[in-house]
């Protein structure tokens, strides 16, 4: 079925937020970095504006910034609708409360926004959609990220993850993924099963973060060539 944008909740985090989750040292940053699933992250953004190397892959990039505007405008309140009923279910130690949170994603899809056009032309947003080869040679990338997509939208299966994330490792010395449970903060069946088998041809590490918002999301996977 054909990607559509009604379909996709767009909610993007930041480059503070990104450097935390996967632990990107000072060392790191200075590496060609890949996010796939970036979204409306402002991750590309504040980065490139550091003066850092990143490419960021999403299925939304084939539209305009004003269609990304509008959907991030009407899925905005469902989500923080959502939020407000699941409070529990997070930590609120970095980000304070609601309304905190509200202009953290708000400011951080802006920036995003704002530096769309720009990115696309540089080709810093790139349009394509796991677990499709990309036009990139063997070992283009040092570090590929994904934040909030794979291992956490169980429902795309087991052999969609191996197929993207086997990808991934093509275009990419090591991955990182972020976090380690689904939508529900729930470990599954599903994640074991694709951990395992990564574990019998790559070097696989989970590390726990200090990071965590949604209450058991603090682990990390890595998974290196
Ligand atoms: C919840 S958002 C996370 C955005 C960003 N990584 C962050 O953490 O702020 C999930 C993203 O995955 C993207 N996505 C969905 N299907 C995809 C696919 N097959 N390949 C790559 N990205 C995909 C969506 O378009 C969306 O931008």
């Known amino acids: 079925m054909a990607f559509q944008l009604k379909n996709v909740v767009p909610w993007g985090r930041n480059l503070a937020e990104y450097r935390l989750m996967?632990?990107?040292?000072?060392?790191?940053?200075?590496?060609?970095?890949?996010?796939?699933?970036?979204?409306?992250?402002?991750?590309?953004?504040e980065a490139t504006e550091q003066g850092y190397n990143i490419t960021s892959f999403d299925p939304i990039y084939q539209f305009s910034?004003?269609?990304?505007?509008?959907?991030?405008?009407?899925?905005?309140t469902v989500?923080?609708?959502?939020?407000?009923?699941?409070?529990?279910?997070?930590?609120?130690?970095?980000?304070?409360?609601?309304?905190?949170?509200?202009?953290?994603?708000?400011s951080a899809m802006k920036l995003f926004l704002a530096d769309y056009d720009k990115g696309r032309a540089e080709k810093r947003y790139i349009y394509h959609e796991l677990p499709e080869r990309l036009p990139y040679k063997d070992g283009s990338f040092d570090i590929g990220l994904s934040s909030?997509?794979?291992?956490?939208?169980?429902?795309l299966g087991y052999d969609f993850h191996i197929s993207a994330m086997?990808?991934?490792?093509?275009?990419?010395?090591?991955?990182?993924?972020?976090?380690?449970?689904?939508?529900?903060?729930?470990?599954?069946?599903?994640?074991?099963d694709v951990i395992n088998y990564f574990k019998s041809g790559y070097d696989v590490e989970i590390r726990k973060t200090r990071y965590e918002f949604q209450k058991g999301d603090n682990k990390l996977l890595i998974i290196r060539n």
């Not at 130690?93 to 994603?105: A, F, G």
């Not at 993924?177 to 069946?189: G, R, S, W, Y």
């Open 22 to 45: 996967f632990e990107l040292s000072d060392e790191d940053m200075k590496k060609r970095i890949a996010g796939f699933g970036d979204g409306p992250a402002s991750f590309n953004y």
């Open 79 to 106: 989500v923080m609708r959502q939020m407000s009923e699941n409070k529990e279910n997070y930590v609120w130690t970095n980000i304070k409360n609601l309304d905190e949170l509200e202009n953290t994603r708000m």
């Open 65 to 76: 910034t004003e269609e990304l505007r509008g959907r991030i405008d009407e899925v905005r």
């Open 148 to 155: 909030h997509f794979l291992l956490m939208y169980t429902m």
């Open 166 to 192: 086997t990808e991934m490792l093509r275009v990419c010395r090591e991955i990182r993924i972020f976090p380690i449970v689904d939508l529900d903060a729930n470990n599954t069946e599903l994640i074991t």
